[in-house]
C-alpha cells in the first residue's frame, strides 16, 4: 500500500510565512485606513446666545440677512450663527454699522483679508475673534472713523496689549503693528508699523513713533489726511513707496540722521509742507518722493550747495542751514 509523501518542513515554514505576512498587511491596511484617520477639527464650543438684534444693531441683522447667516426673516443673530461662518468676503465693505464687537464671536473665521472693512465709513469699534490667524496688510484700512480696536484675549496670534487699540504680532522675533486706528499708542517696544496700519484714519491727527523703531511700511498712513506734523525716528533709513502720500494736513516733516532714501509717492499730495528738516551730512535719494515743492528744506551747515544741485532736492526753492 502507497503512501502519500508528507510536505517538506521547509514549504509547511514558506506557506505558515505567507499566510502570517498577509494576516499582518491585512491589519495594517484596516489601522490605517480606519483606525489611524484622524478626526475631523472640531471649532470651539459655542455658548448659544442672542448677540444682535434689529434692536441692538440693525445694520448686522441686515447684513447678516443678506448674507444667508440668518433667515430672511429672522430679527436675532445667536453665537451659534456666528460661529458657522468662516468668511467675510465683501460683506462689511462700504457698510453703514457702527459697531462690530459682535465680530468675536464669528470664531469660525482663519484670516481676515485686506479691504475686508475698506469705506466702513461710521465703523467705531470692533473686536477680533479668538482663531483669527492672519490679518493681511490693510485689512482695517479705510475706516475712517475707527475708535477702538481690541483683539479677543483667547487669540494666540495676535493682541492689543496695553489697551493700545491697535491689533498687534511678532514679526522676525520683534513687536509689529498690524492695524491701527485714530486712538492708537505705539509702545515703546514696538518696532514696525505693516504696510497700510494706519491707511484711510482720516481722524489721525498726530503720532508718537518709539525711538527704536525699525520700519515703517509701504502706505503706512496714505490719506491721513488731518495728520499735520511727523518726527520720524532715528533709525529709519527708508520712506516707502506712499507712505504719507494723501496727507494734505502735513505741515512739518523731520527725518534723523540716518535717512538714505524717500520712495516713489512717498509724500505725494502734501500740499500743505511747509517745513522740511534734513540734518543728514550726504543727500538723502529721492524716488520721486513729492510732487509740491513750497516747503522750506532745512539742512546741515555747509550741505546748502550739495542739496541745490541734487536733480531732486533742487526742486525746492528754499534751501536753508540748520542753526
Same mark, same amino acid.
Given at each position: ?15 505558515? $510565512? ?9 491589519? +495594517? ?35 447678516? *440677512? ?8 429672522? !430679527? ?17 465693505? $462700504?457698510?453703514?454699522? =457702527? ?11 482663519? =484670516? ?35 475708535? *477702538? ?19 498687534? +504680532? ?13 486712538? !492708537? ?5 514696538? *518696532? ?8 484711510? /484714519? !482720516? ?31 532715528? $533709525?529709519? *533709513?527708508?520712506? =516707502? ?5 494723501? /496727507? ?8 534723523? &540722521? ?19 528738516? +534734513? ?16 516747503? !522750506? ?13 541734487? &536733480? ?12
Amino acid at each position: 500500500m502507497e503512501t502519500e509523501n508528507p510536505t517538506p518542513f521547509y514549504k509547511q515554514t514558506w506557506f505558515l $510565512g505567507g499566510a502570517a505576512a498577509l494576516v499582518i498587511f491585512a491589519l +495594517c491596511f484596516f489601522a490605517i485606513n480606519y483606525v489611524s484617520q484622524p478626526e475631523e477639527p472640531k471649532g470651539p464650543e459655542v455658548e448659544n446666545k442672542v448677540i444682535a438684534s434689529v434692536h441692538t444693531n440693525e445694520e448686522l441683522i441686515m447684513i447678516a *440677512r443678506q448674507q444667508g447667516w440668518i433667515d430672511e426673516d429672522a !430679527t436675532e443673530m445667536t453665537s451659534v450663527d456666528a460661529a458657522e461662518v468662516d468668511s467675510l468676503g465683501q460683506a462689511f465693505v $462700504g457698510s453703514n454699522i =457702527e459697531s462690530l464687537k459682535e465680530l468675536q464671536y464669528f470664531v469660525g473665521l482663519k =484670516e481676515l483679508k485686506t479691504g475686508a472693512f475698506a469705506n466702513a465709513k461710521e465703523l467705531k469699534e470692533i473686536v477680533i475673534p479668538s482663531q483669527v490667524e492672519s490679518i493681511e496688510d490693510g485689512a482695517l484700512a479705510d475706516c475712517p472713523a475707527l475708535e *477702538r480696536i481690541a483683539v479677543d484675549s483667547a487669540n494666540t496670534h495676535y493682541d492689543s496689549r496695553g489697551n493700545c487699540n491697535g491689533v498687534v +504680532c511678532t514679526w522676525k522675533g520683534k513687536l509689529m503693528l498690524v492695524a491701527g486706528c485714530q486712538n !492708537t499708542v505705539l509702545s515703546a517696544d514696538m *518696532r514696525h508699523i505693516a504696510p497700510q496700519a494706519f491707511k484711510g /484714519c !482720516t481722524a489721525l491727527k498726530e503720532i508718537a513713533f518709539p525711538e527704536k523703531m525699525e520700519s515703517i511700511g509701504e502706505a503706512a498712513f496714505m490719506g491721513c489726511t488731518s495728520l499735520h506734523a511727523v518726527e520720524i525716528p532715528k $533709525g529709519i *533709513r527708508f520712506i =516707502e513707496a506712499s507712505t504719507f502720500e494723501g /496727507c494734505k494736513s502735513l505741515t512739518v516733516i523731520s527725518f534723523p &540722521k540716518s535717512i538714505e532714501r524717500l520712495r516713489k509717492n512717498a509724500f505725494k499730495g502734501c500740499s500743505a509742507l511747509e517745513k522740511i528738516v +534734513c540734518p543728514r551730512h550726504y543727500v538723502p535719494v529721492i524716488e520721486d518722493a513729492f510732487d509740491s515743492f513750497a516747503a !522750506t528744506v532745512y539742512v546741515p551747515v555747509g550741505m546748502d550747495n550739495k542739496f541745490f544741485v541734487d &536733480k531732486q532736492w533742487k526742486r525746492f526753492k528754499d534751501v536753508k542751514e540748520l542753526k
